[in-house]
């Protein structure tokens, strides 16, 4: 991962070691746009990054192949708007809900992704 200074919001590494993170010049060329258009979608709190060790990173479940995944930045938006944090919005996507199975971030890429948006919904309000 490239070490930067940040001029973009991002959380400390609250998700573990087995969440895999991109550097942002990855998640840049697989969305085929500039780096700073990955940035500006930090800014605008469509994405979410995290700080690990001196890097910075995006969840790779964040992508599906070569965009966004789908729920994402509607989801994050859901849950800002109710008041969470990224750190919090981090906690509810990456924690095991035995109720999915699994982590919401897995659901999302599958059947589950409503239920996952409407859990969120319910959240929020």
């Known amino acids: 991962m490239l070490s930067i200074v940040s001029s973009f919001p991002h959380c400390p590494d609250i ?3 087995d969440v895999e993170l ?3 010049d990855f998640v840049a060329r697989a969305l085929n746009v500039p780096h700073s258009r990955v940035v500006q979608m930090l ?9 690990r060790d001196e890097d910075f990173g995006i969840p790779a479940k964040f992508l599906d192949g070569n965009h966004v995944l789908k ?3 509607g989801l994050i938006a859901v849950l800002r708007d109710g008041g969470s944090t990224d750190e ?3 906690n509810f996507l990456f924690t095991e809900d035995p109720s999915l199975p699994g982590r919401p971030m897995d659901a999302l890429h599958g059947p ?4 996952v948006v409407r859990r969120a919904q319910a959240m929020a309000f």
């Not at 800014?43 to 700080?51: C, V």
């Not at 589950?112 to 239920?115: D, G, M, N, Y």
């Open 43 to 51: 800014r605008d709190h469509q994405l979410i990054a995290i700080k």
């Open 88 to 90: 919090d919005i981090l």
């Open 22 to 24: 991109v550097p942002i």
């Open 71 to 73: 729920w994402l930045p």
């Open 15 to 17: 998700v573990g070691a």
């Open 112 to 115: 589950l992704a409503r239920e």
